[in-house]
């Protein structure tokens, strides 16, 4: 074969080499195709799976762990919660709101492929600088069409949108990210797996017809954005939730027909990673007759057929003898399904089209020999740079606080979450997007789930693991403030361009910061995804890994909000301030750096305030309890205030009014309602607290020096993010 097609497959030298031993011949075009798309990044993580070994992932609630369509946890009498978050970043750059549609259709299918219905949606977002006067218009254009995009695909299909997190950094002015998590219920004994296995079982097609739309897809995001690539729509799919809902409740009917051994989504590299990871996870064969594949386009050709990443597709191995009950049910809901292949021993992928083979692959061989990178890692040398700061506050304290306040990374984005219908399905019981975690109503035993996202890049930026620590304990901690316990993750890890072994030793230590948090916090692993490659031209991605953790809480009553409710409160500061303004926001805004040092994490105090959390909300002592995140307890207090129409009196002992701004982890604000009992139980648990004073009648926010009118604040808050974007 010419190098200009190998090439063209980004397939390289060696790769080539190791294909022609596995093959004893020159592959196809087909099968070369089939291979570029299965060793491609996207699907065999040959640059991270080194990296992603010896993740904590086992606990006696969890049912399954990574290596499945999502992660699967026990949540009591009988149920499971199925997660999983995943990246659609290349695509929501090149097509905003296909991309974004897509990767919530994506993820929805990885879920309810389980076995589970679908309850719960949120997503991570960050957008570049919308102030730069070349990239703004471009990145306003995004923030609308990806929200759109979003809302479009989950309101169509009656899925809640809960909540999530969205920031802004010229880093990403030229790769966003658009991470989209999912969470489904289900009874423990309904979850399904993806295999394929029974010598003369049958191979089923079914949903919607396959189109052009979407080949190269798992390429095209293995690859960074550069000049020779940056025409890449073809490559974006075009989703149709209308088709994904009747495909959901069809498939759903089917888990409970006893008729199949196994399904899976025809996600990214469509029928061909179906196809090759049913059978071999099974230890299979099969038999694939593409001509009969339906298509919505004419003159379609068993290389696109296989490689197409049309959306709304199934793969699902039935018992033999049973397909016409298969098939009946699909046609019920008015979708395609097809009887496409079988199921042998032969441990081969045999690919036939009009009765020819026109592709033979041996299946297990292309598994175990996908390559294995082990890319060269190297510490940036810009660490150097950046780790001699110290802060000083050079403004007027109440000048730098409405500063922080109006700054997109701070301000009300009601504007996303107004479009996310986010009470359909009646279950859900808070979806903040501004104030800690998200939760879900289990109608069944009346529990609740709680969940909380969690990605600051620019902690990451200046220390990729200790970054990634707090990544995990901060995204336990919103869960922790609702009064759940926190139970698992699920994780997407977010990097630029592997071939630079600056981002590879980025990479390699988030990594062990993941491990080192979960491993110790008791949060294991449940299911992920890693999103490479998120670079444009020169430019890497600050490291972004998204973490969401879901914790259980026993009684859904007793769910603490995240801000106040009264007026005559008593509340207090929880845990202790270290002066820790590396990567902070305030940094960022007066003095436009992204420096500092990170502190060690100190878990025993995290796990500490986990439990004390978990008691004061079992207790109901507390009236409400929100982590102290970006922009310190200043920020922390004004959204609460702001969302609560609550005023404020309150008054710290810090001495520099800069400590109002720091951001050290481990901190909450509580509204006590029992002070004598809270009193009793945070002194037996040895936590640091400190009596910030009471909410008020008057409607004034007042923080020591800082003093501003509640409408004024609200005012400030609410519209500011709105405008940036006109």
């Known amino acids: ?44 993580y040959k640059s991270s799976k080194k990296y992603l070994q010896g993740f904590p992932t086992k606990a006696p609630y969890v049912i399954q762990g990574p290596g499945e369509n999502a992660g699967v946890i026990d949540i009591g009498d009988n149920l499971a919660a199925v997660f999983k978050i995943e990246s659609h970043n290349h695509p929501s750059f090149i097509e905003p709101f296909a991309g974004a549609a897509t990767g919530v259709g994506g993820i929805v299918r990885d879920v309810f492929t389980m076995g589970a219905r679908v309850v719960a949606l949120m997503n991570s977002l960050k957008f570049g600088n919308i102030h730069d006067k070349e990239a703004g218009k471009y990145q306003k254009y995004l923030v609308k069409g990806v929200v759109n995009g ?117 996600g990214a590299a469509g029928l061909t990673s179906s196809s090759f990871e049913m059978a071999g996870r099974s230890g299979s064969g099969m038999k694939l007759y593409l001509d009969k594949v339906p298509t ?46 079988e199921v042998n021993d032969s441990g081969k992928m045999e690919l036939f089209w009009h009765d020819e083979l026109v592709g033979d692959i041996p299946i297990a061989p292309l598994s175990e020999k996908a390559p294995i990178l082990d890319r060269p890692i190297n510490k940036p040398k810009y660490l150097d740079q950046i780790k001699d700061y110290e802060f000083k506050l050079k403004e007027n304290v109440q000048d730098i606080f409405i500063k922080m306040l109006q700054n997109e990374n701070i301000n009300d984005k009601s504007y996303i979450y107004e479009q996310f219908d986010s009470s359909v399905q009646t279950n859900t019981l808070k979806a903040d997007g501004a104030l800690g975690a998200s939760a879900i109503w289990i109608k069944e035993n009346n529990s609740a789930l709680s969940i909380g996202i969690e990605c600051n890049s620019r902690l990451n930026y200046i220390d990729p693991k200790k970054g990634a620590v707090l990544a995990v304990a901060n995204a336990g901690r919103k869960v922790a403030c609702t009064g759940a316990k926190p139970l698992a993750i699920t994780d997407c890890l977010n990097y630029g361009n592997p071939e630079n072994e600056e981002v590879m030793w980025q990479f390699a230590k988030g990594c062990e910061g993941i491990k080192e948090a979960c491993r110790t916090l008791n949060t294991p692993v449940v299911s992920g995804n890693v999103s490479l490659y998120n670079q444009s031209k020169d430019l890497n991605i600050y490291p972004s890994p998204t973490i969401v953790n879901v914790g259980l809480l026993k009684d859904a009553n007793k769910l603490l909000k995240s801000a106040f409710i009264n007026s005559n409160t008593s509340i207090y500061l929880l ?77 710290t002992s810090f001495n520099d009014k800069a400590l109002l701004f720091e951001e050290s982890p481990t901190r909450a604000i509580v509204g006590v309602k029992n002070e004598a009992n809270f009193l009793k139980l945070i002194d037996s648990m040895g936590i640091p607290f400190f009596k910030l004073g009471q909410t008020t009648k008057e409607e004034k926010f007042i923080l020591d020096d800082i003093s501003l009118d509640l409408k004024e604040l609200k005012k400030i808050y609410f519209s500011n993010f709105r405008e940036m974007l006109l």
């Open 150 to 266: 979003i809302a479009h695909y989950g309101n169509c299909m009656g899925i809640p949108t809960i909540g999530g997190e969205c920031s802004f950094d010229e880093c990403f002015n030229g790769n966003i990210l658009v991470n989209a998590f999912a969470l489904g219920i289900c009874k423990k004994e309904d979850i399904f797996y993806a295999k394929a296995e029974g010598k003369g079982n049958l191979i089923i097609y079914a949903g919607s017809k396959t189109g052009r739309d979407g080949l190269g897809g798992a390429v095209m995001a293995s690859d960074s954005f550069n000049e020779e690539n940056k025409s890449l729509r073809p490559t974006v799919q075009i989703g149709d939730p209308f088709s994904q809902k009747l495909l959901m409740e069809a498939c759903l009917e089917l888990f409970k027909s006893d008729c199949i051994i196994g399904i899976q989504d025809m």
């Open 575 to 651: 845990g202790k301030t270290y002066k820790e303004f590396s990567g902070s926001l305030v940094s960022k805004i007066q003095d436009n750096v992204v420096k500092g040092n990170l502190k060690d994490f100190d878990f025993e105090a995290e796990l500490k305030l986990w439990k004390f959390l978990e008691q004061a909300c079992d207790q109901e002592i507390l009236e409400c309890a929100n982590s102290v995140g970006v922009g310190g307890i200043a920020m922390t207090l004004a959204k609460m205030c702001a969302i609560s129409c609550v005023g404020l009196n309150l008054k």
């Open 1 to 44: 074969m010419d190098l200009k097609t190998i090439k063209a497959h980004k397939i390289s030298q060696d790769e080539y080499k190791e294909i022609l031993k596995i093959l004893n011949r020159e592959p196809n075009l087909l099968e070369l195709g089939i291979i570029s798309a299965m060793w491609s990044e996207h699907c065999s």
């Open 296 to 341: 919505r386009e004419k003159g379609m050709n068993p290389y696109e057929l296989m490689l197409s990443e049309s959306q709304e597709r199934m793969l699902i191995c039935a018992k033999r003898g049973y397909e016409k009950k298969v098939l009946e049910i699909f046609k019920k809901w008015n979708l395609d399904a097809v009887v496409i292949g």
